[in-house]
């Protein structure tokens, strides 16, 4: 609360010593109107005005005043860029575009779910970035995706993203995106269905990874046993376990992303433009197929780990009968040794010259018979 009632103060004309608005002019010297806005410098990635779709030369060592000044003089939008800003970072740029704080509280602070919010002129959307982790083997401690977050702030004349995480750079798809100005010439609700479309389409990507790690698991569970390995006992369970916490990860940042999607694709919204709304159709049923597969993921995990649970106990269950088996055969010399060693005098054969061998081969020969009968019957 206490950032809420800082950026509120940040909000209110602030004055120069002569009497003057630091939003009327900015310092000859700095070229920043606000304090706050000198110290987001080093969170801010890239700054830049857009004019009938192409990026004005003259606007690349912009600060985010400067920018907003010259789009409000000749015209156009800007597209500033920043990483994982802090509140003082941040401060001043929410108080030159006017951001709501409980928007701003959101995107210092991250860790939000996807979604869609509208602010007085500006919308605010929340991204989950996903990126598959490279691994040889799946293991029970393997990490599969790592997540990140992409916070956007869409004005009639500005277009603002705060990124979070180690993945998910933007510059790669600013550069795309300048290469068509008619598609850049609608506007920051163009830049939004980029980012949206980058977005999903890396879920694609992710989805198609994952099952590949999914069949993997799957064939090694209900594969043919190695001889003499018993019943998928080199599947661990923990493996399928840690694979399905990862599923349930990619589903957090897929599901809540549908509804927003849908808005932007079937609610008329000022904010965007209505031929780019069109698009945010096609990354509706993109978002749809991916939800699809992630929900498919998820109950074929279910299955899985049900199945080698069983196949677990079955093999505990045939360790079992093997054991029983042994202990039966067993029995059979320990029940006649047992006899024999008691202390009487009128025991069978027992001053015959072949009484000893002859107890021997009925020993082999009931322990061999009682093996051939186990053995028939699969217990061995």
Known sequence: MSMIRDLRAAVRPSLRKDGTPYSAAASSSSGYAYDATRDAASAVVDCAVYRDGRRLECADALSPHEAMLEVRRQGGFAWIGLHEPTEGEFAGIAAEFGLHPLAVEDAVHAHQRPKLERYDDTLFT?????HYVEHEELTATSEVVETGEVMCFT???FFITVRHGGHGSLR??????????EL????????????????VDGYLAVADAMQDDIDEVETEVFSAPSKGKGTARGVDAGRIYQLKREVLEFKRAVSPLL?????LSERPMRLVDPDIQK??????????RVQEQVVGFDELLNSILQANLAQAAVAQNEDMRKITSWAAIIAVPTAVCGVYGMNFDHM???HWRFGYPMVLALIGG???AIHRTLKRNGWL
């Open 279 to 288: 698009y945010f159709r096609d990354v509706a049923d993109h978002l749809t």
């Open 184 to 199: 850049l010439a609608k506007g920051p609700s163009a830049v939004l269905h980029t980012i949206a479309d980058h977005v």
């Open 366 to 368: 009931v322990c061999f």
């Open 126 to 130: 929340v991204f989950k970035t996903i």
């Open 259 to 263: 509804r927003p999607m849908l808005l």
């Open 155 to 157: 004005g009639r004349d």
């Open 348 to 350: 069978p054969e027992l």
């Open 172 to 181: 790669a798809l600013r550069r795309r995106l300048q290469e068509d100005p």
